[in-house]
């Protein structure tokens, strides 16, 4: 059946399990105190959880329409916070937990400041400050900035708004109690209407638990990707939905549950799980402090049953070193020549190769700081893998900057590979950007790797290029060969130059010849699948002086498999198969050396592909 999914997802199962166990709970009430609230049928009942990775898991009555009420507290400081900065709300509302019921008339008794955002007062502090600041557009701006976090466009329940506008005494009081002390500093009643509005926005249990991802993931929405709020802002809001979401039963709450949390008198409860998940219950029956009875008994059984609260957090204990290990156990896809390869033999351990995964938090730089401490002082190369590091927080990097130029201070070459998602290599402030080479391949880095070490030992008569150039007898695969015989051949080979940039061996084209590299530098590259099913072109190799390439198709005749590019000018000689051929017949003792030595040299390839391959198991 197409676009069936597989039936039993444990998460769903546990939403369902959870909506079972709570459906027929008969206590508490449905509010009335706002008439229209009163309408509310009991049994609706809906349970979301949506992730940070953008998934949301279902039940009951969850597209169903109610009003936010207070659940909209926390929004609106923060927009509040966005539109008229930190210290000057500072001024306005106090971040205290009050201890009091949601209408209390709680104000400090000198400064007349609300005790904190959360309860009538602080909200109606708020929104008094979005007003003035744009008294036209103020209710617009707000549905704009509810559409960013609910991912849709929300609307007033017109119904509940004007109940609420003609009965809302008490909150009105406070408005002109607000007034009195300057919090609010003009006409209170504009500011009244925008927050009985803010109060009446419908929303469906869905819509609160995307709102409550959106505060999961530090103010990004993870299903629309935009960013209504700054990770700066989306920390405090939590923190105050932490010590005053609940009502007067927020400190019983903290330590019951330990998950920030607001809850509104329509029913909504709304939970964030920081990083992870935002919940969403809607059932509008609710207890004596004025939380939805089913709400609390969910969000205490997704604590307690599955370990959600905020203090039961498992430190992932050495999860950022993916793995560790020395150069000898890993070789770039260049092939050396054999000259070379005596030359990187005894050094090859002086790289580490690290690679990083997760996110590069404190608790991420610590463990590489411990790994990197334990470096070995015969380690003078460090490649630092950055492919499965998920995020490094800018206020960590600071300190994995420190730690990478306390390494590099004593004399460690380091090499980063990989990092080209993240903002690493160009940090502010950063003083290791500009003491780092950094690889968008890790082959490239371990090329480099080798290509340093190659440069530090080799003799200074044949250091990099230099390597293997000179007279074709000298050639690495030809020593195998007597010196008559290298002299033959020679006579019947051609040197070709090729230009940075040219196609020496095209895919499809017969295999006709046989190049030994004098200089340069060639690759192959072919097109790979990948695991996420896109084909990408890869470097299979690189051949530089001393080796050989195109053996196969020229020995058995077959046609081209990939494409050979000279990245940088170069010079090969040459072997036609008409020579060749022709050897047979004149010479057939220098044809049986060549093959010989071909397949000594396809024999140490294949080895040398093998052994990678095996310790890679292992890595
Ligand atoms: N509009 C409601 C009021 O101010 C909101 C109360 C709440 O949800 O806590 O009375």
Redesign the pocket.
């Known amino acids: 059946m197409a676009g069936a999914e597989r039936q039993h997802n444990v998460i769903q199962d546990l939403l369902a399990d959870l909506h079972a166990s709570f459906k027929d709970v008969r206590e508490g009430r449905v509010a009335d105190?706002?008439p229209e609230l009163a309408k509310a049928c009991p049994d609706d009942f809906g349970i979301v959880i949506a992730t940070s990775g953008g998934r949301l898991y279902e039940i009951g009555d969850t597209r169903k329409e109610f009003t936010i009420?207070?659940?909209s507290k926390p929004f609106i400081y923060a927009l509040a916070l966005k539109m008229l900065s930190l210290d000057f709300m500072a001024t306005k509302i106090d971040v205290e937990p009050s201890g009091e019921a949601?209408?209390a008339i709680s104000l400090d008794p000198e400064s007349g400041k609300p005790r904190n955002p959360m309860i009538?007062a602080g909200a109606i502090a708020a929104s008094a400050q979005i007003c003035d600041a744009d008294p036209a557009g103020a209710v617009e701006l707000l549905l704009d900035y509810f559409a960013e976090l609910a991912g849709r466009r929300l609307t007033i329940n017109d119904a509940v708004y004007l109940s609420?506008k003609v009965t809302?005494h008490r909150?009105r009081a406070i408005g002109h109690l607000l007034r009195n002390f300057n919090i609010i500093e003009s006409d209170p009643e504009p500011a009244l209407d925008l927050?009985?509005q803010q109060?009446a926005i419908s929303v469906t249990c869905k819509d609160l638990a995307v709102m409550a991802a959106t505060l999961a993931c530090q103010g990004r929405n993870p299903f629309t990707g935009g960013q209504p709020l700054s990770k700066d802002i989306t920390v405090r809001v939590l923190a105050l939905m932490g010590t005053c979401g609940m009502?007067d039963f927020a400190g019983q709450w903290l330590h019951d549950v330990g998950i920030p949390a607001k809850?509104?008198?329509?029913g909504g409860v709304m939970a964030v799980i920081p990083g992870r998940l935002g919940i969403a219950t809607y059932s509008p029956p609710l207890d004596a402090f004025?939380n939805s009875v089913r709400g609390v008994a969910v969000c205490r059984q997704l604590s307690v049953g599955v370990g959600l609260s905020l203090f039961n957090q498992y430190f992932q204990k050495d999860a950022t070193i993916r793995r560790s290990y020395k150069g000898s156990q890993r070789q770039s896809r260049r092939w050396r020549s054999d000259q070379e390869l005596r030359i990187l033999a005894p050094h090859r351990d002086e790289v580490r190769i690290i690679h990083v995964q997760g996110v590069l938090d404190f608790g991420g730089i610590e463990q590489l700081a411990a790994e990197l401490v334990q470096l070995g002082s015969d380690v003078r190369i460090l490649i630092l893998d950055l492919a499965h590091v998920t995020e490094c927080p800018l206020e960590s990097s600071g300190l994995l900057d420190r730690q990478l130029c306390a390494i590099e201070d004593q004399g460690v070459e380091i090499l980063l590979s990989r990092a080209g998602r993240l903002p690493l290599v160009s940090m502010p402030g950063w003083k290791i950007s500009e003491r780092v080479e950094a690889y968008e391949h890790l082959d490239s880095a371990l090329e480099a790797a080798e290509d340093l070490l190659i440069a530090r030992y080799a003799e200074p008569a044949d250091d990099g290029e230099g390597l293997g150039l000179g007279a074709l007898e000298e050639h690495g695969l030809l020593q195998l060969l007597d010196e008559e015989h290298r002299r033959i051949l020679a006579e019947r080979m051609t040197l070709r130059s090729f230009a940075a940039g040219e196609c020496v061996i095209r895919r499809g084209e017969p295999g006709d010849e046989l190049f030994l590299v004098r200089s340069g530098r060639f690759d192959i590259a072919i097109d790979v699948r990948t695991g996420d099913g896109l084909s990408r072109a890869t470097r299979l190799a690189t051949f530089g002086p001393g080796l050989c390439f195109g053996e196969i198709g020229f020995v058995a005749g077959t046609p081209r498999s990939a494409d050979i590019i000279a990245t940088r000018p170069g010079a090969c000689w040459v072997l036609h198969r008409d020579a060749f051929e022709a050897l047979r017949c004149s010479h057939p003792d220098v044809v049986i050396a060549l093959l010989t030595a071909l397949t000594c040299d396809i024999g140490a390839k294949l080895t040398q592909t093998s052994v990678q391959l095996t310790l890679m198991e292992h890595y």
Do not use: D, L, R
């Not at 809850?263 to 329509?266: K, L, N, P, R, Y």
């Open positions: 105190y706002i009420q207070s659940i949601f209408n009538n609420e809302g909150n927050y009985f109060c009502y809850s509104g008198v329509a004025g």
